[in-house]
């Protein structure tokens, strides 16, 4: 029987998620992210190299998808490290690591096995908890309100695929976002927000004022720095 979809919960873990690794900015490093919860993140040509290191036919596994993660005897997550565009390599790495941190490993751990065929709830899980992470609604509000045209995939390090997936599922994850945990993630990213970069001198600072003129040449309505 196919894993429940557990609505909402995906976004309180990526919040947490947010909250406990340290993240400032945009987009988001999964690398940096990874290491900071002890999961090692392996390039598949390296894992070529080892052959007999290799549990199952992770080669065959990944001509299907971007990344997958081997569970035992620790949590590792192996890439393809060619042919790949930057932005769907880093969905797919916060993706696995939807996976390791909405506990599917633990809570469905035959479901999860690389024997079985992928769940479709679990997947969609980890889809809404990438999403989530790399472009949490609060900040996501932030900018399209105070700054529509920075508004943009790039800005997130998204695809313009997942950008519109994020901006469709907006309202639906919305309401599991309380006020604590928004003003949380506002804190949390307060600098990255207020920057901004000064076209006729070249230096960056923070508007904390939102004076709408650079501190250092008094150059007018400096452009921000996202």
């Not at 947010?18 to 993140?41: K, Q």
């Not at 916060?94 to 479901?111: V, W």
């Amino acid at each position: 029987m196919d894993a429940p979809f557990r609505n909402g919960r995906y976004v309180r873990y990526a919040c947490s998620v947010l909250a406990d690794c340290g993240a400032c900015s945009l987009p988001l490093d999964p690398f940096d992210l990874a290491s900071r919860a002890g999961i090692m993140l392996l390039p598949l040509s390296r894992v070529e190299s080892y052959p007999l290191w290799v549990p199952y036919d992770i080669a065959d596994s990944l001509r299907m998808t971007i990344a997958v993660t081997l569970s035992y005897p620790t949590f590792c997550i192996v890439f393809r490290d060619s042919d790949v565009e930057p932005d769907r390599l880093r969905f797919a790495i916060f993706h696995e690591l939807g996976h390791i941190f909405m506990n599917h490993y633990r809570d469905f751990p035959e479901t999860m096995s690389p024997a079985r065929m992928t769940d479709p709830s679990l997947e969609a899980e980890a889809d809404a908890f990438a999403l989530n992470l790399m472009a949490p609604v609060p900040i996501v509000d932030v900018i399209r309100y105070n700054r529509p045209q920075q508004a943009r995939a790039a800005v997130f390090g998204l695809s313009r695929s997942a950008w519109m997936r994020r901006l469709d599922t907006m309202d639906r994850d919305r309401a599991f976002v309380d006020e604590e945990t928004a003003n949380l993630l506002i804190y949390i990213f307060h600098n990255y927000l207020l920057r901004r970069r000064c076209a006729a001198c070249g230096k960056t600072f923070i508007d904390e004022t939102q004076a709408d003129a650079c501190p250092f040449c008094g150059a007018a309505a400096p452009d921000w720095d996202l």
